[in-house]
Structure formats: structure tokens, C-alpha cells
């Protein structure tokens, strides 16, 4: 059984006095036990959208998805219980402590009343958070704030997570333990699937990717197989003095160069002769997952 | 049934928190009205009963009203300027039982803010007595549920909190004051009177009066039938109003 199966969704939205959006045209996923998958794409590509259909709070128009087999439109509660989701707006009710938030929330998925102490002290020491948890959530600080959001995802056990850029607006330290966190819970057996922005996140921790943009996938599969297949085909560097005639085949892609590579000899020797003295650096092997994003989203 | 009974005690705990806004002050402007109208036409009786008395059941019954309405309406209201609206969305509710989490804890804080008003201000009405304790029971669950659940119904289409103004200052109120909090109806000219026999507040107030003193502006029965009735109807908006929304916002 998958813990995710997305087939052929699509969702347009109708704003009164704005016009309408195709949010998602046809999308298809799947997810397989034990991964972590991300999930990428340029800002309106369509992510908060698939999030918030995988997560039971919007319909498809059209398509079906399943969360370990169960349809989330019409085994919603059922659906509801296997996954967590840390969404990407922080929240927090103003007035509770980090233990009333937890406590409540975790009985509203269904953890009986006697094991929550302990599921809540456990949960917050895995996110350092255990000493903070008679204050109440509007005096945490930002990164404390998403841990909590992180901590409410994780309350009642779910079998597949949902990180909606978990790591957006975080210090370093406290990337390096999400990061840290994630790894381990997927060791433990939990399928996760992940949005960043930061392209090195998706490159440390994911096993697979999709990639969507304008409210299709573009491309989607193993991290790695992907980077073998551009590098295959060009090779990367990058120049001292960029505002110089180009070969015709280069592309720029962010601050790097490409060049199509169709014989390896004489267009490595056409291109250091081009220009000579002038390259800074000079790459071949795996693409960056950069490279990659930049190339199937421009 | 963990689920819905958290969110229950979660809304509870969100009014406790607050409790000088959401219980204190009901009771505050309850001894307000009671010492400006007991001043002003002490002594004074309808149908038999001390006016004092009858208005003093107006005013509870005009808080339970208020309170009820009011919880779920801002609680809601304020998880979608917050976004904690997004919890209720994640859990695996059913939505008549998030609706009915909120109209339960709604019940609670009318309970307790009436209880303590009575505590309170009983003092000053010396008849005060209940004509009928199960009637008043009933009828005081049905009216608290019954606007709870609207409150419910209208913090789902609230889009904020002038929404939410317009429709206490410009639709409750008057209903409340064309109810027979402070008068009874049959002494206004017509066609005032018939068009407060509509009002659906006029048959809560009168129940819930009815129940306390004995005292009826019009036959209690067809007041109880409307009122569970009225509680049904808005039983299913909420569902549906829920169903919708919470897979919409």
C-alpha cells in the first residue's frame, strides 16, 4: 500500500473579482514507503496547493488521491489519522502554553487523555523544546514557533509526514536539527514528503523529487538518476569575466555556465580555447539539484 | 468521541482564559440595566409579576443569547485571522461534531456566566423562584445550543471581524431588543406586535421566562415547538455551512 498515490488532480480556483487560477492541471505522484520526497518548484507553482488537497483541506476538481490506499475525499477521517502536517504558516493560539496546545490538539486526533503527558513530554524533548513547555506559544521565539508546529505534527504518531517548508526562516543550528530529526524519523519507518526552497535541503535529505511548475510536473523521480542524466549530457563552469562572446550552445544558468556536450574531446578543446584564461571553474559529474530545478523551471 | 470532546474542552479553556471579558462583563452590564430599570419603574407590575422580575429573566435570557452566540462566532473568527483555523481543518473531525464541540462549550459558558449572575444579582429579586425546573433546563440547553450553533454557522462565512460587528450591532440587537427582553410584546401597537410574535428570539425569551415565573406572553407550548424547531433547522446550516467551509478556507 502507498502512502501517497496522486492521480491525474487538478484544481482551479474562481476568486470573486480576480481572475481565475489553474492552481494544478493533471498532477500525478507517487510515494513510496520509507522515502522522503520532496517536493519543488518556483513560488505559485502549485506545492501549498497539492498540500492542502493532501492534507484533507481542499477538493480536487478532478482525480483522485489515496493516502495508504484510503481516498482522502471520501475516507477522510481515516486518511486524516495516518498523516501529520506542519504547514508553512506559523500559528499558534495566543492565549495557550505549549503543553495546552499540545494537549488539545493531540486529543482532537484522538490520543486518549492518560497518554498524552507522556507523548507530549516525548515529542518535546526530541525538538528541545521540554523546558519551554509551561510558556505559552506567543512568547516562544520564531524557531521554537516552528519546532511547536513540528511537534503538533508529530503528537499522534502519524505514518507519513508532511513538511511544508519546515525549515523556512530558521537559524542554521536549528536547520541542522530538522534535518537531524527527519533522517531519524524516517529510519524509523515514517514516509515523509518535504517543500523547501533550499535546494541543498532537498539534495541532503531526499531520496526522490518532483518538480512542478505552472501546476504540472515537470519532472519527477530518484534524486540521483536525475543528476546522472544532465551531467551526462553537458558539463558546467563558471568565468571570471562573464561579459564576453559566448559559444552559441552556452546557456547561463544562475551564476554557472552550460555547454552541451556531444563529443567529449573536441568540444572540451573547442571550449577551453574559446576561453582561455578566463575559466574560474569547471564541472562534470552530478548536476546540481540547481542546475536541475533552474533548467526544468525556466 | 476523544475528538470532538477535546475541541469541547479546548473552547472551554479558550473562554476560561479570558474570563473577564467573556463571563465578567455579561454580568456587569446584567446589574447595570437591573439597578437604571429597577430605579425606574420599581414597583411597577405585569400581568401580576414585579416588573423588576420580569425584566431581570429578559436580561439572563438576553445573555444567554449573547454568550452563546458569541463564543464559537469570535473563537472562530479569530483562528482565521490567526490561522489556527488550520487545526480544525488537519483533524479528523466530522463537521457537525466541530460544530457541536463549539454549541457544547458555548452551553458551558452561559451556564457559568448565568450561574454566577444569578449568584450574583439573585439577591435583589426577591420572587425570584422557577416555575418549572425541567422546562427551564430545557429550554435554557435548547436556546444556548441553538445560538451557539449560530455562531458556529456564522464564523464559518465570517471573512473577519467587522462581519462579525455588523452582525451582533445590526442584526442581534435589535432582534433582542424586539424580543420582549424589556417589555411584553402585547403592549406594543401593531403591526409591531405581530412582527415580534416572528422574531425567533420573542419564543426563546418567553420560554425561558415561562419557565422561571410562570408568567407568558403568549402560549409557552408554541414557543417550545418553535424554539426545538428553530435549534434543528440550525443544526443542519451548521453542518452544512461546516462540510463546506472547513474544506474551503
Given at each position: 500500500m502507498l502512502p501517497l498515490l496522486v492521480s491525474q488532480v487538478s484544481k482551479t480556483f474562481h476568486p470573486s473579482k480576480r481572475p481565475v487560477v489553474e492552481a494544478l492541471k493533471t498532477v500525478s505522484i507517487k510515494i513510496e514507503q520509507g522515502k522522503i520526497h520532496g517536493l519543488l518548484g518556483p513560488n505559485g507553482a502549485g506545492k501549498s496547493t497539492l498540500i492542502g488537497m493532501l492534507s484533507g483541506m481542499l477538493l480536487p476538481d478532478t482525480g483522485k488521491i489515496e493516502i495508504f490506499g484510503l481516498d482522502i475525499v471520501s475516507d477522510t477521517l481515516e486518511a486524516k489519522k495516518l498523516i501529520g502536517v506542519v504547514p508553512q504558516e506559523v500559528t499558534y493560539e495566543m492565549a495557550f502554553t505549549v503543553r495546552e496546545v499540545l494537549h488539545y490538539f493531540s486529543g482532537m486526533h484522538g490520543v486518549p487523555s492518560h497518554e498524552r503527558n507522556a507523548r507530549i513530554e516525548a515529542v518535546l524533548t526530541d525538538l528541545d523544546l521540554l523546558d519551554k513547555i509551561d510558556e505559552r506559544a506567543k512568547h516562544l521565539s520564531g524557531g521554537m514557533k516552528r519546532r511547536l508546529m513540528i511537534a503538533k505534527a508529530l503528537i499522534h504518531k502519524p505514518k507519513f509526514l508532511i513538511l511544508d517548508e519546515p525549515t523556512a526562516g530558521v537559524d542554521v543550528a536549528l536547520r541542522q536539527k530538522i534535518w537531524q530529526l527527519v533522517r531519524r524519523l524516517n529510519q524509523e519507518g515514517m514516509t515523509i514528503l518535504f517543500?523547501?526552497?533550499?535546494?541543498?535541503?532537498?539534495?541532503?535529505?531526499?531520496?526522490?523529487?518532483?518538480?512542478?511548475?505552472?501546476?504540472q510536473v515537470v519532472?519527477?523521480?530518484?534524486?540521483?538518476?536525475?543528476?546522472?542524466?544532465?551531467?551526462?549530457?553537458?558539463?558546467?563552469?563558471?568565468?571570471?569575466?562573464?561579459?564576453?562572446?559566448?559559444?552559441?550552445?552556452?546557456?547561463?544558468?544562475?551564476?554557472?555556465?552550460?555547454?552541451?556536450?556531444?563529443?567529449?574531446?573536441?568540444?572540451?578543446?573547442?571550449?577551453?580555447?574559446?576561453?582561455?584564461?578566463?575559466?574560474?571553474?569547471?564541472?562534470?559529474?552530478?548536476?546540481?539539484?540547481?542546475?536541475?530545478?533552474l533548467e526544468l523551471t525556466r | 468521541m476523544t475528538y470532538m470532546w477535546a475541541l469541547y474542552a479546548r473552547e472551554v479553556k479558550r473562554f476560561q482564559k479570558i474570563w473577564m471579558d467573556t463571563v465578567f462583563s455579561p454580568i456587569v452590564s446584567t446589574i447595570l440595566f437591573l439597578s437604571v430599570f429597577g430605579i425606574v419603574a420599581?414597583?411597577?407590575?405585569?400581568?401580576?409579576?414585579?416588573?423588576?422580575?420580569?425584566?431581570?429573566?429578559?436580561?439572563?435570557?438576553?445573555?444567554?443569547?449573547?454568550?452563546?452566540?458569541?463564543?464559537?462566532?469570535?473563537?472562530?473568527?479569530?483562528?482565521k485571522n490567526t490561522g489556527t483555523i488550520v487545526d480544525l481543518q488537519l483533524a479528523p473531525l466530522r463537521p457537525w461534531s466541530i460544530g457541536v464541540a463549539y454549541a457544547l462549550a458555548a452551553l458551558t459558558r452561559a451556564l457559568l456566566t448565568i450561574g454566577l449572575a444569578v449568584l450574583v444579582t439573585g439577591w435583589f429579586i426577591p420572587e425570584l423562584g422557577i416555575n418549572n425546573p425541567f422546562l427551564?433546563?430545557?429550554?435554557?440547553?435548547?436556546?444556548?445550543?441553538?445560538?451557539?450553533?449560530?455562531?458556529?454557522?456564522?464564523?464559518?462565512?465570517?471573512?473577519?471581524?467587522?462581519?462579525?460587528?455588523?452582525?451582533?450591532?445590526?442584526v442581534m440587537q435589535p432582534m433582542i431588543f424586539l424580543a420582549g427582553v424589556f417589555y411584553p410584546i402585547a403592549n406594543l401597537p401593531a403591526p409591531w406586535d405581530t412582527v415580534s410574535a416572528f422574531n425567533p428570539l420573542h419564543h426563546n425569551i418567553n420560554l425561558l421566562r415561562y419557565a422561571v415565573t410562570g408568567y407568558s406572553d403568549g402560549n409557552p407550548m408554541i414557543s417550545l415547538v418553535v424554539v426545538a424547531a428553530l435549534a434543528a433547522l440550525v443544526f443542519v446550516a451548521m453542518h452544512l455551512s461546516t462540510k463546506k467551509k472547513m474544506r474551503a478556507l
Open positions: 517543500t523547501t526552497h533550499y535546494l541543498e535541503e532537498a539534495e541532503q535529505l531526499c531520496d526522490e523529487i518532483t518538480l512542478i511548475n505552472h501546476g519532472r519527477e523521480g530518484n534524486l540521483k538518476d536525475m543528476q546522472t542524466e544532465f551531467a551526462q549530457n553537458s558539463i558546467h563552469f563558471e568565468l571570471f569575466d562573464i561579459n564576453v562572446p559566448h559559444l552559441a550552445e552556452v546557456k547561463s544558468i544562475g551564476v554557472e555556465f552550460e555547454y552541451p556536450l556531444t563529443d567529449l574531446g573536441p568540444d572540451m578543446h573547442a571550449l577551453t580555447s574559446h576561453y582561455t584564461g578566463n575559466i574560474k571553474s569547471i564541472k562534470s559529474g552530478a548536476a546540481s539539484l540547481e542546475t536541475i530545478f | 420599581g414597583g411597577q407590575e405585569i400581568g401580576g409579576l414585579p416588573y423588576v422580575l420580569f425584566i431581570y429573566v429578559g436580561l439572563l435570557s438576553m445573555n444567554i443569547v449573547n454568550s452563546s452566540f458569541s463564543n464559537p462566532a469570535f473563537a472562530l473568527v479569530i483562528g427551564l433546563l430545557l429550554a435554557f440547553s435548547l436556546t444556548a445550543l441553538e445560538f451557539g450553533m449560530l455562531g458556529v454557522t456564522f464564523g464559518m462565512w465570517a471573512k473577519g471581524f467587522e462581519s462579525l460587528t455588523f452582525m451582533t450591532t445590526f
